[in-house]
C-alpha cells in the first residue's frame, strides 16, 4: 500500500509489529465489548417494548377516566382541586457500569408514605370518577418510572454499540490490513537489499579473486 | 434529590399534579418548547414526560437528549389519543443498534 511513505528500516518494522499487536488485541476487546452489550441491549429493548405497550395503554384508560371525571363536574372546580398536591416525588439517581455505558438507576421517594395522599382534594365537591382516575394514573406511576429507567438505558447503549461497532470495523478492515501490508512492504524491501548486497559482495570477491591470482 | 415533570396539554396531564409529579401545561407548540427548554436546561429534573402531541414538533430537541445521561424524555400518549410516536423512539434505538429492526 503505497498511499504513504514508509521508511523500510528495521526500526519501523519494529514499531508496525508492535502496533499491529496492539490493534489485534484491541480488535478482539472492542469484539467481545460489542457483542455482550448487544447482548443486554437486546434484553433491554425487549423489555423496554413490552413496558412501553403496557404504560400506553394504561396511560390511555387512565385519561377516559379523566374525561369521564371532567364530564362530571365544572372546569373550574376541577382546575381548583388539583392546585395544591399533597404527595411529591422524588427520585434518588444512582449509575450501573454495563460494559463501560453508565445507565441510570431510578430510586424513588415520596414526600408521605400514606398512599391516600394522592387525592389531595376536598371530597365533597369533587366526583367518584375523579378518584378512580387518580388512582388509575397512580397504578402506572412506578411502571412509568420504570420505562424512563429502561428507555433512558436503551438510548445510551444504542449510542455506545454504533460507536463500539464503527471502532471495531475500522480496526478490522483498515488498520489491521493496512499495518500487515506496511510489515510485508518492509520485510520484502529488506530482504531484497540483502540479496543485492550479496550479489554484491559475491562480484566484488570475484573481481578481488581476479585481481590478485588471475582467475 | 432530582425531580419529575411532566410536560403537555392541561386535558392529559393535570390528575399527574395529584400524584405528586411537576405538571406544565403548554397549549401551543411555541410556549411547549419554551417550557421544554427552561425543563431540560437546569438540573432540577431527570426524567421528562413529554405528550406525543407536544413531542411532534420538538423531535430534534429530544434526539439531542437521547445521548446525555440525565435528563430522560419519555413520550407518553395524551388525551387525544397514541400516535405511536413513542414507540417509533424505541424501534428507531433498536435500528441504531442492530441496523435493522428485528424485535
Given at each position: 500500500?503505497?498511499?504513504?511513505q ?27 465489548k ?24 394504561a396511560?390511555?384508560?387512565?385519561n377516559k377516566?379523566?374525561?369521564l ?33 453508565d ?12 398512599k ?9 365537591f ?14 402506572v ?48 524491501k ?5 540479496r ?5 559482495l ?10 590478485a591470482?588471475?582467475? | ?18 400524584l405528586?409529579l ?23 429534573y ?58
Open positions: 500500500m503505497a498511499s504513504t514508509i521508511n523500510p528500516t528495521r526500526m519501523e518494522l519494529t514499531r508496525l509489529k508492535k502496533k499491529l499487536a496492539t490493534a489485534t488485541r484491541g480488535h478482539k476487546l472492542l469484539k467481545d460489542r457483542d455482550e452489550l448487544m447482548r443486554s441491549f437486546l434484553d433491554m429493548a425487549r423489555l423496554n417494548r413490552e413496558l412501553r405497550a403496557k404504560v400506553e395503554k396511560i390511555s384508560e387512565a377516566n379523566f374525561v371525571a371532567s364530564a362530571s363536574m365544572n372546569p373550574q372546580t376541577l382546575s381548583a382541586s388539583m392546585l395544591a398536591p399533597k404527595q411529591e416525588v422524588y427520585l434518588d439517581v444512582s449509575y450501573t457500569n454495563v460494559m463501560s455505558v445507565i441510570p438507576v431510578y430510586n424513588i421517594n415520596t414526600r408521605t408514605s400514606d391516600n395522599d394522592i387525592y389531595c382534594y376536598g371530597l365533597a369533587t366526583s367518584a370518577d375523579l378518584d378512580d382516575a387518580v388512582s388509575s394514573l397512580a397504578d406511576l412506578p411502571d412509568m418510572l420504570r420505562l424512563a429507567e429502561i428507555e433512558k438505558s436503551c438510548q445510551l447503549m444504542s449510542a455506545e454499540i454504533e460507536k463500539t461497532r464503527r471502532r471495531v470495523n475500522a480496526l478490522e478492515h483498515v488498520m489491521i490490513p493496512e499495518t500487515k501490508e506496511k510489515i510485508r512492504y518492509i520485510t520484502m529488506l530482504d531484497e537489499n540483502e543485492s548486497t550479496q550479489t554484491r559475491m562480484k566484488v570477491k570475484d573481481m578481488v579473486l581476479k585481481n591470482h588471475g582467475y | 434529590m432530582y425531580k419529575v415533570a411532566v410536560l403537555g396539554d392541561r386535558d392529559s396531564i393535570y390528575g399527574f399534579a395529584a405528586g411537576d405538571v406544565f401545561y403548554a397549549d401551543n407548540q411555541q410556549k411547549g418548547r419554551e417550557i421544554f427548554k427552561q425543563l431540560t436546561s437546569g438540573d432540577t431527570t426524567i421528562v414526560y413529554i405528550t406525543e402531541q407536544l413531542a411532534a414538533d420538538l423531535t430534534e430537541e429530544i434526539e439531542k437528549f437521547s445521548f446525555k445521561p440525565t435528563p430522560a424524555i419519555i413520550l407518553i400518549p395524551g388525551v387525544k389519543g397514541n400516535t405511536g410516536q413513542g414507540m417509533a423512539y424505541v424501534k428507531k434505538s433498536v435500528e441504531k443498534a442492530v441496523g435493522s429492526d428485528i424485535l
